[in-house]
């Protein structure tokens, strides 16, 4: 197995609340190879955005990783401080957020926060800096007369766009994409996701892509993680999971996007809504809405079990059958 | 620049409307003070001084309500106030002139420091938040903002210039010196705006402290923040360029509805340290029923204030982008 | 001050105002301290005969005595007891200090809430209108109103207090009625079919409760401050006891030249602590209407 680019271990994150600690990631391992694209799926709530951010290193003040190893590139994150830490961001490791508009400085142009960036890892030579500029605005095909333009002056899709292209200032080795195309139209979504799948083939860096759109994601994701409640609730290749998903809520979420192809079949969406993640329910968490649920379920926490090719947290799918304790 | 032009027109709108009530309180208010005030010159005054008022006043004018109106508009924008009560015959104008440039100094200087560094301070308690430095003092300030101006006049008088008599506490300058740019008289007009300066200082920095640090915390919870953490910028320029550079927009339109506060606190702490600014007239002007140059000075300190909040405005246009282009 | 209320609304919008406010104030610290200090100066108001009986304003005793076991704070210029004029000028700063919030409050919630709810050319008007009047600088305004009139009344004071405080109030509360006026429980209040004033009253306004009472804590501040100053200045009732009057009579007999600190710095500091309480808790208030601006509390490790 080559090198890991990216190997999470066991990760939890906590939030310091009014009510209390929260566990909002709970025992997340991933592993991702150089030029792995991988897909995280799940609803608002669910911790996703919030390993994203944990992975980044990139929590607030009110959220701290609480176990688990961060291992990029041979490096544990979780250990490393900030001045260690800021060597390492947008050389090797870049983030795209969900709205541009909102993660664009508003008051400063494009081209002065490609500036910031390209000047805080030693580029200072002017010319270089304008080149750079340019040929990055170039690859998603943005005119670098924009440089000089503010977030506002953009359109949505030319924002996101720009913020990719910031992204690959450094030509990273991991970009970590948080619903950048959550804020578009359904057809810009899909162009967006074409150009990010082109320019990650063209210059080789590992995705991890988070949204709430699984059918989207799974055209062009390797991998593909469905997290609930904190957890991951399966895990594997992308033609695995999306074509025989086997936890409930899975195949929930596919059920719910209906086909254009396909036949006419009723929607059904998941009823219920997430656990509340201050005081998460005994067993499993998703016990309370899934379909096929069973006594048991609701007794002991659940592990991830191996089924082949993939890794589900189902008792269902546990090995050996289900006993009753 | 349409933004601008809009702020411009606000100024001239409000203006008008100060003017207004300068013209219609002493005509419209009930009770008719200007009947009450006649009755109170009479005891008092005679000859040429008396007929000045009357005439400022309009007492025995026939004309139209209206016609007075456009009258006293039109004195107005020559800076004609007509003639001092307490200092017959010298004209308003002339007094208030003569006031002014104190005033400015003292008030205009200690003003823009206050906010320059309540600001700062601000930005730093946001940007250390929950750290040591937040716990202390936002609680401070508050506290601060509280203080009564005049009061913590008297206090510094008491500590700094009567327990120990370090400091001079009264009047801008030592009697007897001969104004003029030369280093005796300068020397003594900053001994004396020492602690009137400092007065201002700590009862209006508190304000700034807190709009600023309130408009820090909430833009410290943007995404374009997060992004600049991403991007492995220096602390220090995540602080100013990406925060505070847009905090600052609130902030500006805090000092805007702020400003006229700390100038009347300005007006007392003149007042305590017989500092001959126009704030210090203004209450004498009071104290002697000097009507017409009470009128003027009310409009004076309007006007300057409409002026501050009008450089808010352009500072604002000047950092904000949003402003500059807007679709 | 940014108005935004989205954490503290429950979806329902049905709120008993006061249950969560309580609770949340028991909570934040710098709230109970404004709370104990106002209390101890509400007592005072309420039974002043009782600590300090007599009349204050008689000159009864020796002139200008220090501190002592007879005299707390030592007596004025004119042989009163500071202490006693202290306590019996608790009732009329509060006096003033309530009234005038409460009806600039009351202002501030119609015009403010009423720019929101109408929108349109009335908002604008109305919006406009509160500006000019939020930048006219106040002190100035107030002391050539009170000039005018040679009988110096309470009322003068609390209605010159009132016209000038509504502006920023309303600024606020119309601010944040915007914000809220989107919610899906006003919506479903409209399409049940309820009157626009009940929407206004009985769904909306409880949920603005926290920033309106913060409102009206942000104008007793002003009012304490502003009437004081105007007192300290002769523009009050010279002949009456109260804090701000008491030091026009310190200043006038250049109490602290002449070693009479205390008739300068007691009253000064009562107004300095009532004020503070009134900052204190309209911070509080703030935060409470504002749940991002609440101490944040750091996770370690």
């Known amino acids: 197995m080559a090198d890991l680019l990216l190997d999470v271990r066991g990760l939890s994150v906590e939030y310091a609340t009014a009510r209390g600690r929260v566990l909002a990631v709970d025992d997340v391992s991933l592993a991702l190879e150089p030029g792995e694209f991988l897909g995280i799926v799940g609803e608002s709530g669910c911790g996703k955005s919030t390993l994203l951010f944990a992975i980044a290193r990139l929590l607030g003040p009110t959220a701290a990783i609480t176990a688990g190893q961060v291992y990029f590139k041979g490096q544990d994150l979780a250990q490393l401080a900030d001045r260690q830490l800021a060597g390492l961001r947008w050389r090797d490791l870049s983030v795209v957020m969900q709205s541009a508009m909102n993660a664009l400085n508003p008051v400063t142009t494009i081209g002065a926060q490609f500036r910031d960036a390209l000047r805080a890892h030693g580029v200072r030579d002017g010319k270089e800096i304008a080149s750079r500029s340019r040929e990055v605005l170039g690859r998603v095909g943005i005119d670098p007369v924009h440089l000089r333009s503010y977030a506002h002056q953009l359109s949505g899709g030319m924002r996101q766009r720009a913020m990719i292209a910031m992204a690959l200032l450094f030509n990273p080795d991991l970009v970590i994409m948080d619903e950048p195309t959550s804020a578009l139209d359904v057809v810009a979504q899909r162009s967006l996701m074409a150009q990010i799948k082109g320019l990650q083939q063209e210059y080789g860096f590992a995705v991890v892509f988070v949204t709430h759109d699984m059918s989207l994601v799974s055209h062009y994701s390797d991998r593909l993680m469905v997290m609930y409640g904190g957890q991951i609730a399966e895990e594997g290749p992308t033609r695995t999971v999306f074509d025989t998903p086997r936890h409930p809520y899975s195949i929930g979420l596919l059920e719910a996007f209906p086909s254009i192809r396909g036949p006419r079949v009723r929607l059904t969406g998941i009823p219920g809504s997430p656990p509340d993640l201050a005081d998460p329910p005994p067993g499993c968490r998703f016990a309370p809405r899934c379909p096929s649920v069973m006594a048991v379920c609701t007794q002991r926490p659940i592990e991830l079990y191996d089924v082949p090719g993939a890794q589900v947290r189902c008792l269902l799918h546990a090995p050996g059958g289900v006993a009753d304790d | 620049m349409k933004f601008v032009l809009r702020r411009l027109g606000f100024f001239l709108l409000t203006l008008w409307a100060a003017l207004t009530i300068n013209f219609a309180i002493p005509r419209l208010l009930p009770g008719s003070p200007i009947t009450s005030l006649m009755a109170r010159y009479h005891g008092r005054l005679q000859g040429a001084p008396l007929k000045a008022v009357e005439a400022e006043l309009g007492v025995d004018n026939h004309d139209s309500l209206l016609t007075q109106y456009l009258t006293y508009l039109k004195n107005c924008a020559r800076f004609d106030f007509g003639k001092s009560v307490q200092y017959f015959p010298e004209s308003v104008s002339h007094q208030v002139g003569s006031a002014l440039p104190w005033t400015l100094g003292l008030v205009g200087v200690t003003t823009v420091l206050a906010f320059v560094l309540g600001t700062g301070i601000g930005a730093v308690s946001a940007w250390r938040r929950g750290g040591r430095l937040d716990a202390v003092l936002p609680p401070v300030f508050v506290v601060a903002t509280g203080l009564p101006y005049f009061w913590v006049a008297m206090m510094l008088i008491l500590v700094f210039a009567v327990a120990h008599p370090w400091l001079p506490t009264a009047f801008g300058s030592d009697e007897g010196l001969t104004a003029g740019f030369n280093a005796d008289f300068i020397s003594s007009v900053l001994q004396h705006a020492i602690l009137p300066s400092v007065t201002i200082l700590i009862s209006s920095i508190g304000v700034w402290v807190l709009i600023m640090r309130n408009s820090m915390v909430t833009t410290l919870a943007e995404d374009y923040v997060r992004m600049a953490r991403a991007k492995g910028l220096p602390g220090r320029r995540i602080m100013w360029d990406y925060a505070a550079r847009n905090a600052m927009l609130p902030s500006l339109t805090g000092f805007a509805i702020c400003i006229g506060g700390v100038v009347s606190g300005a007006v007392l702490v003149e007042y305590v340290f017989a500092y001959p600014g126009v704030g210090y007239m203004l209450v004498q002007a009071v104290e002697n029923e000097d009507f017409p140059m009470m009128q003027a000075l009310f409009l004076l300190i309007t006007v300057a204030v409409l002026l501050a909040v009008l450089l808010a405005d352009i500072a604002t246009a000047v950092l904000d982008p949003h402003t500059r282009t807007a679709r | ?55 204050p304003a008689a000159s009864r005793y020796g002139r200008s005595l220090g501190a002592s076991a007879h005299h707390l704070f030592g007596t004025t210029g004119f042989g009163q007891d500071v202490a006693a004029q202290v306590v019996h000028g608790t009732r009329p700063i509060l006096l003033i200090a309530v009234l005038s919030g409460v009806f600039a409050t009351l202002l501030s919630v119609l015009i403010g809430v009423s720019a929101a709810y109408l929108g349109g050319l009335w908002d604008d008007l109305l919006s406009l209108f509160t500006d000019v009047i939020l930048v006219i600088p106040v002190l100035p305004l107030v002391v050539v109103i009170a000039g005018y009139f040679a009988h110096r009344s309470l009322t003068v004071m609390i209605a010159a207090l009132v016209v000038t405080g509504w502006s920023y109030g309303a600024r606020q509360l119309r601010a944040q009625a915007l914000s809220l006026r989107g919610r899906d429980f006003l919506e479903a209040a409209r399409v049940r079919g309820e009157r626009r004033s009940y929407i206004i009253v009985v769904e909306l306004l409880p949920n603005m409760t926290s920033l309106i009472i913060a409102n009206f804590m942000n104008v007793a501040l002003y009012s304490v401050l502003t009437a004081s100053g105007l007192e300290f200045i002769g523009l009050g009732d010279t002949s009456s006891v109260d804090w701000g009057t008491m030091l026009y009579w310190a200043q006038n007999q250049a109490a602290l030249q002449t070693d009479q600190y205390l008739w300068a710095a007691v009253p000064g500091l009562c107004i300095a602590l009532l004020s503070t309480s009134f900052a204190l808790l309209n911070n509080a208030f703030d935060e409470i209407s504002n749940p991002a601006l609440r101490p944040v509390r750091r996770l370690r490790g």
């Open chain 3, 1 to 55: 001050m940014t108005a935004t209320l989205d954490a503290a609304v429950p979806l329902t919008g049905r709120r008993i105002p006061g249950s969560s406010v309580a609770r949340a104030m028991a909570g934040n610290r710098k709230a109970l301290a404004g709370l104990l200090i106002l209390v101890f100066f509400v007592v005072l108001a309420a039974v002043p005969d009782w600590i300090a009986p007599g009349d």
